[in-house]
């Protein structure tokens, strides 16, 4: 058996190889976030030209952005073990897989977190949004609401990536469960954007972090059952 | 008669490579002791696609020191035999054990015990040879000392640097072969070893067997080509439709398995 050191070493390389292989090929971050640069454009133009109503609509729309940018990145994660035949391997290797769940999370988080980087800055510009002044806590329920989004995209991409329909089939099984997380995450971006008057954030912001807890935990516990050969 | 002096030259071939006795002739005190010692033992081991089974009732045991050929027709479950014991696969029905560790009851330990070289070595293109094998060293929970050591052996030292995804066949399979090196566990199961492989490689490969038998280990090597093999291993066992040919006792050597083998063998 290994040890919990060796475990924790194993879901560090899992991340520094996904990470590097993504930084070296740079072709998965530009078409991700392309994407999500062009769903905000495209959500802008379809709301038209009242600045009122794409404020109001800025939270939503950039989370449905992360949403559909970040499907891709999930897919790709395998797709880059399906490509040369290394996802078996990676399984026949011994030691915990809770491992190599917490390896894919991590590259994805830093992925996702990337992507959101070059999301948000846009969004406040496309959608004439200043930044708030609480504007930590808005970082805050970004991360929680990411971190819920990640691990269950991390989780059901390894359950689809067996399929040959995994594309189609990862939407179909992560955006419904992703439905709490997703509330949640608007709800508390657009009280905080609006300057929080009604203190909603707080009480959506705990709700994150309680889906959080449980997405984590109940993934690293199921995950050896889905990935299993 | 042509047929008989085939049979002689290669008697002969046979015994001058592998002068040593073979596991069948032990006396049969001697051969229980070994059969206890099994590091591959298969029990009735089945495995099921859908409707059609690609392993039925398979039963072998390979001892410490054995190498063992496996050949027969594409799609008579060479592969799925080796996916199995590998634990790439869960059996369908029957019992196996490697090490004497169950292939479903104890699957993350047989997997510290077997070192499985497939078709395709499952590389990463944008790594280098030398980070690619640094992940499998981290993975297997072991040091990255032996890494250059093995990337020398594999004559790959001079390509630690280059990133996979130039490396042509032959030098992706060389790095495969550099990743068992480095784990040098008791089994190593071996998918068509020699595929892409040049003269030298083959030889490495080969290197590996008599090295995994010279530790105490053991080998099985799916290969079609029996005369390439026939210097090296202890014995053959022929699959058809899933199914082993021979039962245990009575598995061919490897001359007998290339005279009455139904795979036609390269001519040379």
Same mark, same amino acid.
């Not at chain 1, 290797?93 to 800055?121: C, D, H, Q, T």
């Given at each position: +058996?290994?040890?919990?050191?060796? &475990? /924790? ?15 070296r ?5 530009? $078409? ?21 109503r794409l404020? &109001? ?5 950039? %989370? ?10 999930? &897919? ?7 490509d040369? &035949? ?12 809770? $491992? /190599? ?5 991590a ?11 070059v ?13 708030p002044?609480? %504007?930590? #806590? ?8 990411? @971190? ?13 990536s ?13 955006f ?48 050896e ?5 | ?15 001058n490579h592998?002068?040593?006795? =073979? ?13 206890? $010692?099994?590091?591959?033992a ?16 398979a ?63 499952? !590389? ?6 030398e980070?690619? !094998? ?9 040091? =990255? ?7 020398e ?11 996979? #995804? ?7 399979? #060389?790095?495969? /072969?550099?990743?068992? !090196?480095l ?17 030298e ?7 590996? +067997?008599?090295?995994?038998?010279a ?6 090597? @799916? ?38 083998? $139904? ?6």
């Amino acid at each position: +058996m290994m040890s919990f050191a060796t &475990n /924790i070493r194993r879901a560090r390389a899992i991340a520094w190889k996904d990470l590097t292989s993504e930084r070296r090929s740079k072709a998965g971050f530009n $078409s991700v976030a392309f994407l999500g640069v062009l769903i905000l454009l495209l959500f802008g133009f379809a709301l038209g030209p009242d600045a009122e109503r794409l404020r &109001n609509a800025a939270a939503g729309v950039l %989370w449905l952005a992360v949403l559909f940018s970040g499907v891709l990145a999930f &897919n790709r994660s395998y797709q880059l073990e399906l490509d040369g &035949n290394a996802l078996e391997p990676l399984l026949l290797y011994p030691g915990a897989r809770w $491992s /190599i769940f917490v390896g894919k999370l991590a590259a994805n988080l830093a992925f996702v977190l990337m992507v959101e980087a070059v999301l948000i800055p846009v969004a406040m510009v496309l959608f004439d949004v200043s930044p708030p002044p609480l %504007w930590g #806590r808005l970082l805050a329920v970004i991360g929680l609401g990411t @971190v819920g989004f990640v691990a269950l995209g991390t989780f059901y991409a390894a359950m689809a990536s067996r399929s040959r329909a995994r594309e189609v089939l990862l939407p179909l099984l992560l955006f419904p469960m992703l439905v709490p997380v997703l509330l949640a995450s608007i709800e508390a971006s657009s009280a905080l954007l609006g300057g929080d008057a009604m203190r909603d954030a707080g009480a959506w912001m705990r709700l994150l972090a309680a889906f959080d807890v449980i997405f984590v935990t109940v993934s690293l516990l199921a995950f050896e059952h889905v990935i299993e050969i | 008669m042509l047929r008989h002096l085939i049979r002689i030259s290669l008697q002969q071939a046979v015994n001058n490579h592998n002068p040593r006795p =073979s596991p069948r002739s032990a006396t049969p005190a001697a051969a229980q002791q070994t059969d206890r $010692s099994a590091l591959v033992a298969l029990s009735g081991l089945s495995r099921r696609f859908a409707r059609r089974w690609a392993l039925r009732n398979a039963r072998l045991r390979v001892h410490a020191g054995e190498i063992v050929g496996i050949t027969g027709h594409n799609g008579s479950g060479k592969s799925t035999l080796l996916r199995v014991l590998c634990t790439a696969l869960r059996p369908s029905a029957g019992q196996g054990t490697v090490c004497g560790y169950d292939l479903v009851r104890d699957a993350d330990q047989v997997r510290a015990r077997t070192a499985f070289l497939a078709h395709t070595p499952g !590389l990463y293109d944008d790594l280098t040879a030398e980070e690619n !094998l640094r992940f499998a060293a981290t993975m297997l929970g072991l040091a =990255s000392r032996g890494i250059a050591a093995a990337l020398e052996r594999v004559g790959l030292a001079g390509e630690a640097d280059t990133r996979v #995804r130039g490396f042509s066949a032959g030098m992706q399979r #060389r790095l495969g /072969i550099a990743r068992v !090196l480095l784990h040098a566990p008791p089994v190593v199961l071996l998918d068509e070893p020699y595929n892409s492989l040049d003269t030298e490689g083959i030889e490495l490969v080969n290197d590996v +067997m008599r090295e995994t038998r010279a530790r105490g280990g053991a080998v099985l090597v @799916v290969i079609h080509d029996l005369v390439r093999v026939a210097p090296l291993v202890d014995r053959v066992v022929e699959m058809r439709a899933g199914a082993m040919l021979e039962p245990v006792a009575a598995v061919a050597s490897p001359l007998e398995a290339l005279a009455a083998s $139904s795979v036609p063998q390269p001519v040379r």
